[in-house]
């Protein structure tokens, strides 16, 4: 049985399982595709089911750029290189992640940074090598190397 406003029945389906997928948690367009590929939509239902999720408010770049930087930054202390090369690995705009990033205001960031920092200092204690070690921490949660520099000639 085949409603020929929107597709087959099967497309309805994929469509009621797409946006019960994006009311659980922020997606973004990448991911959906993913899920939708993988409970074995055909590649020409996608950029319908895709549209109307945008359309209903289910997907929205910005706001899960911006859901996912604040997540990443305050909650996970990623440095800002670690959280851009997810996104852009997810295909985001170069402009959508700039304007998602500015939602982290510096002095929180740098807060964020030293207090990262910090924690990686006690549990390393006296070492001989401990700052090499905390560089080597904040340069693998994707702080810049100038950032981590700040952060070590403050101590």
């Known amino acids: ?33 993913q899920k939708l590929i993988g409970w074995g939509a055909s590649p ?32 996970q202390h990623w ?13 985001f705009s170069r402009e959508t992640i700039d304007r998602a ?12 940074l030293h207090e990262t920092a910090l924690r990686k200092r006690v549990e390393l204690g006296s070492r001989p090598d401990a700052e090499r070690r905390v560089a080597a921490f904040l340069a693998s949660r994707g702080f810049s190397a100038s950032e981590i520099s700040q952060e070590i000639n403050l101590q």
Not at 45 to 72: V, W
Not at 79 to 91: D, S, T
């Open 79 to 91: 440095g800002r290189m670690k959280v851009v090369y997810q996104l852009r690995a997810k295909h």
């Open 44 to 75: 020409d239902t996608l950029a319908p089911i895709i549209e109307q999720l945008r359309a209903e408010g289910y997907l929205d770049d910005m706001r899960y750029a911006r859901a996912y930087c604040e997540s990443k930054v305050l909650r």
């Open 101 to 112: 990033m500015e939602a982290i205001g510096d002095e929180e960031y740098r807060r964020m």
């Open 1 to 33: 049985m085949t409603n020929t406003a929107y597709g087959s029945d099967t497309d309805k389906a994929f469509l009621e399982k797409a946006r019960r997928y994006c009311a659980i948690a922020e997606q973004c367009e990448s991911g959906v595709r």
